[in-house]
Each structure stands twice: as C-alpha cells, then as structure tokens.
C-alpha cells in the first residue's frame, strides 16, 4: 500500500520542494562536535545576557521565541545572523542524508523543478550544494530563513514564494519534509506531503500530524523514479 501510494504521489509531481536540515543533510553532525542542543544552549546564553531567559532546546524555537518577545530588534537580527554564522562554518562538515544526492539528481534528470524550502539559511544552502556539485539541479530557486522570523514554516511563505517563481501549481508540487512545521507549511500552501524520519519518535510525530505518508529512506522513491 505504501509503495502504490508513493507511485501515485510521484506520478503527479511536477516540482519538489525539498526541506533542508534532515531531508537532504544533517547541518551539525561534525562541526566541531556542536549539535543543535548545544547550539540552542549557546543561543539561551546570548540572550540571556540581554535579559531574556529560556527553556527551549532547539535553535528555531530560540529565534522564534525572541521573535515573539522582541520583534525587529537588533536583537533578533544579530541572533538569526549569529546563527547562520554557526551554518555557514558547519556547512563544508555536513552528512549528506543518505541517497539525497543520488535522489535530487534523478528528480532533475526527468525535467522535474526543484527547490529548497528551508528554515536554514539560503546562505547555508548554497554553500552545501555547491559543495556537492548540486547548485545546477536547483538553479536560483534555494528560499531560506531571514530576519523575518514569523516567516518561518509552519508559516506557508517559502513555499508560496518557490511555487510562484517557478510557475507550479500547488496541487502539482510535492514538499518533503521531517517535521510537522513542514507539514503544516505544505497543507496551508495547498502542497501534498512526503515525510522523511530516521527517527521513530519523528515519525509517530509526522503519523499523529496527519502526514499519510512517510519514509525513513529515499530508496524506495528512487525505485520509483527509475521504474517509471
């Protein structure tokens, strides 16, 4: 049944909008030995020393949370800066998810439009897929995290945006994403959804969210893609 769902998804898609941090890398898995827990705990302390204490344990809870409590600040700016600072010098050290590569290449080699719809920054993103000599398979369409924090997905704007500039129609594009703020982000754009987890925590996360569909590896989309 999976399989048969996941040929009739593929068999619509047009353009895929690929998240970024998961689906197609993992940002921190050998930067220096950071993490995002200790990216988040290194963030609590930049703005704990500005006077606001918090609990969260991931960085875009972190910025979302300032965002919320100080928005257009010179301080989130310099905290959403500070970040993609810790990005970009981890990007040239980021795993390539497994078959992520191989994926985006066949998915561009059947004409099909690609893009990233990512809460890194479009920074991040360029620096990586150039790394893996994957810049031509997305072109200019890489839409990433600005100081605009409320723009963040759940909220539908990257995906609107891609979905604009490359003159797709929602019903005929295809999101892949790891979280449920993906999946909200996809049903609000009008976007159907594939989910990635390696994670079994993820994926009953991803299930309970609504997501009908969701893998913990690209293999059998590729299967898919190559038996067309």
């Known amino acids: 049944m999976i399989r048969e769902n996941l040929r009739a998804r593929i068999a619509s898609t047009r353009c895929v909008l690929f998240d970024f941090d998961g689906p197609v890398c993992r940002v921190f898995a050998h930067h220096a030995g950071q993490t995002p827990l200790s990216v988040a705990a290194d963030m609590r302390q930049l703005v704990r020393e500005r006077g606001i204490s918090l609990e969260l344990t991931d960085p875009l809870d972190v910025l979302r949370a300032v965002g919320e409590l100080r928005p257009g600040s010179e301080l989130l700016a310099d905290l959403e800066e500070w970040l993609t600072q810790q990005e970009l010098r981890a990007a040239p050290g980021a795993w390539p998810t497994m078959y992520a590569d191989r994926l985006i290449q066949t998915w561009r080699a059947t ?6 719809t990512a809460d890194a920054s479009a920074r991040t993103v360029a620096k990586y897929l150039a790394r893996r000599g994957l810049t031509e398979c997305f072109g200019p369409h890489i839409y990433g995290r600005t100081a605009d924090v409320g723009l963040l997905k759940p909220h539908p704007q990257l995906l609107l ?9 929602p019903g005929t594009a295809l999101m892949i994403g790891d979280s449920v703020s993906d ?10 959804f594939l989910g990635y987890a390696t994670h079994d ?28």
């Open 111 to 116: 004409g099909c439009r690609l893009a990233v």
């Open 161 to 169: 945006q891609a979905l604009q500039d490359i003159d797709t129609d």
């Open 183 to 192: 999946l909200r982000a996809a049903e609000a754009a009008g976007v159907p």
């Open 201 to 228: 925590r993820r994926v009953d996360e991803l299930a309970a969210a609504g997501a009908d569909l969701v893998l913990n590896t690209f293999e059998p989309v590729l299967d898919v893609l190559w038996n067309r």
